[in-house]
C-alpha cells in the first residue's frame, strides 16, 4: 500500500466553477478525514467519517461543501459554486480502527486556486 | 471547543543545534502526535506518544507525553538542514484536533 492518496495534486478553476475532489485511504483504514488548509495555518478540520458514516461537520462547512464515502473506501468532496476564499490546500487523513492505533496519515493534498 | 497551543511560533536556529518545541492543553488526551510538513506537501507523521509519561526517540527526534496527559514535547537534535519546515503537535479525539504548528529555519 502506496499510503493515501489524493487526486488531483494541483487544481485551477473560475469562481462559480465546481470542483471535486478524490481520497483513497489506505486500505483497512476505516476513519477518513478530510482538513483545509491556508498559507501559515495548521489543518482546519471539515468532516470525518468512520466507514460510509458521516460523523462529524465542521462549521466551517458551507451548504457548498459536501463530502461522501459511499463504499467506506474512497471519499470525494465536492465545492460548488467556489469563491476566491475557497483558495486553500485540502488534505485528507485516515486511520485505522480504534483498537489498531489512533495515528492518523496524510496523503500530500490537493492545492485549489479559484481565479 | 478543544485547542492546543503550541510554541514557539518560530524557530531560527544554526545547523548543529539541538531544538525544543512544546504543546499545551487544557484537556486531557490519551494519545499525543507530532507531525512535520514540508512546503506544498501533506503533513507526516513522526513520533506517536500513548502513555502518560512516555518518551519515545525516532532517530534525532525524541518526544515525550506529559504526565499530566495535558502536553508534550518534541527535541531534534544536531540540527540538520532537511529539518526546515512546520512541525505539528495534534492531539485525535474523534477528529484529529492540530497545533498552530512551530516554523523551523534551518541555517547551514
Known amino acids: 500500500d502506496t499510503g493515501v492518496s489524493q487526486d488531483p495534486r494541483h487544481k485551477i478553476t473560475k469562481r462559480g466553477q465546481n470542483v471535486t475532489f478524490r481520497c483513497d485511504p489506505i486500505?483497512?483504514?476505516?476513519?477518513l478525514y478530510w482538513y483545509r488548509q491556508t498559507l501559515g495555518q495548521g489543518p482546519e478540520f471539515l468532516t470525518y467519517?468512520?466507514?460510509?458514516?458521516?460523523?462529524?461537520k465542521s462549521r466551517l462547512l458551507s451548504d457548498r461543501f459536501s463530502a461522501e464515502r459511499p463504499k467506506g473506501s474512497f471519499s470525494t468532496l465536492e465545492i460548488q459554486r467556489t469563491e476566491q476564499g475557497d483558495s486553500a490546500m485540502y488534505l485528507c487523513?485516515?486511520?485505522?480502527?480504534?483498537?489498531?492505533?489512533?495515528?492518523?496519515?496524510f496523503g500530500q493534498g490537493t492545492r485549489l486556486t479559484v481565479v | 471547543g478543544q485547542q492546543l497551543n503550541q510554541s514557539p511560533q518560530s524557530m531560527f536556529i544554526q545547523e548543529g543545534e539541538d531544538v525544543s518545541m512544546n504543546c499545551t492543553s487544557s484537556?486531557?488526551?490519551?494519545?499525543w502526535l507530532w507531525y512535520k510538513q514540508d512546503p506544498g506537501e501533506g503533513p507526516v507523521l513522526l513520533i506517536a506518544?500513548?502513555?502518560?509519561?512516555e518518551l519515545t526517540s525516532n532517530g534525532r527526534l525524541t518526544a515525550q507525553f506529559g504526565i499530566t496527559r495535558k502536553d508534550s514535547f518534541l527535541n531534534i537534535s544536531a540540527s540538520i538542514p532537511s529539518d526546515v519546515g512546520i512541525y505539528f503537535c495534534?492531539?485525535?479525539?474523534?477528529?484529529?484536533?492540530f497545533g498552530q504548528g512551530t516554523e523551523l529555519s534551518v541555517k547551514p
Open positions: 487523513a485516515s486511520s485505522p480502527p480504534r483498537d489498531r492505533g489512533t495515528e492518523a496519515f
Open positions: 486500505s483497512e483504514h476505516n476513519r
Open positions: 467519517f468512520q466507514n460510509e458514516a458521516q460523523l462529524e
Open positions: 484537556s486531557i488526551f490519551n494519545t
Open positions: 506518544l500513548y502513555k502518560a509519561g
Open positions: 495534534a492531539c485525535p479525539g474523534g477528529k484529529l484536533i
